[in-house]
């Protein structure tokens, strides 16, 4: 037997039809289908494409998640035929929430759509987090102070791209990027403009087809006290921008009086 097959059985039998009754439903004869469900052959596109508009399920999900384990009603699912699993809770009733490990960040890019690796992370519970989905990711490097190396940005998850709000903080996972903390500031047809905290970063823009997911900013975790000379480090970035700037507008005034 296959995910498909149980999917197919499943939603079947919560429809309460026979194998008849669905087999009339996708044009095919009873004994054909009877195949599919119990896992004797495979379905070829052209069935899978009438499964799911008949189920109004993405082949996706018919074909990799157990729908049995996530109630569908619970289940985030997005117009690229991609899913978020649903809200768990622990046993005090708070929203469990899941943590990408420092370490195996870059993994996240290959197993954000996979439910089993979804399941490995490890998870925590904060009370006052409620009413949607979080997950917690790393930080790395110095461009959203006080955000530093080792803290963890808990983020609310956003279905859609046209409930960014301006100047708010985000997670934005991305096909180049993988994971990145910035704050959203524009958008156009193409591409959503970003920019750091830390003025010592430009802002760029990513194309809208180069996001995965986004996340709204909603907490921090902080694994040790930050220190407040951290400041003076931005500060000596900001500094050299400056000069930077400087000297590259010399450059310019020189350009143009040769």
């Known amino acids: 037997m296959s995910i ?71 289940v985030l699912k997005l117009p690229d035929n991609r899913i978020v699993l649903p809200v768990v809770v622990d046993q005090l009733g708070n929203n469990s929430i899941e943590i990408v490990p420092q370490k195996a960040s870059m993994g996240y890019l290959s197993g954000y759509s996979d439910p089993e690796y979804i399941e490995s992370l490890q998870r925590i519970s904060l009370p006052f987090l ?18 530093k190396d080792g803290s963890f940005i808990i983020g609310k998850y956003v279905e859609n791209i046209d409930d960014l709000k301006q100047n708010k903080s985000y997670v934005f996972v991305t096909l180049n990027d993988g994971i990145s903390y910035k704050r959203f500031t524009s958008r156009n047809k193409k591409s959503i403009t970003v920019v750091a905290d830390n003025s010592f970063y430009k802002p760029y823009d990513i194309p809208l087809g180069e996001v995965v997911e986004i996340w709204q900013y909603a907490s921090g975790i902080f694994p040790e006290d ?16 400056e000069i930077r700037k400087d000297i590259q507008g010399l450059d310019e005034k020189i350009s143009k009086n040769s």
């Not at 799911?52 to 996530?70: A, E, G, M, Q």
């Not at 930050?226 to 921008?241: A, V």
Request: charge should be neutral; glycine fraction near 2%; aromatic fraction near 14%.
């Open 4 to 74: 498909f097959s149980d999917n197919i059985r499943f939603l079947r039998t919560q429809k309460n039809l026979s194998q008849q009754e669905l087999a009339d439903q996708i044009l095919m004869s009873r004994v054909r289908y009877s195949k599919y469900e119990d896992g004797r052959s495979e379905a070829p596109y052209e069935l899978l494409i009438r499964i799911s508009k008949y189920f109004n399920l993405s082949i996706d999900l018919l074909l990799t998640v157990d729908i049995r384990k996530y109630p569908l009603e619970d």
């Open 130 to 147: 409620t009413n949607g989905k979080y997950r917690a990711f790393p930080v790395q490097g110095d461009s959203m102070p006080p955000f």
């Open 226 to 241: 930050f220190e407040p000379d951290r400041l003076e480090n931005y500060n000596l970035k900001e500094m050299f921008l």
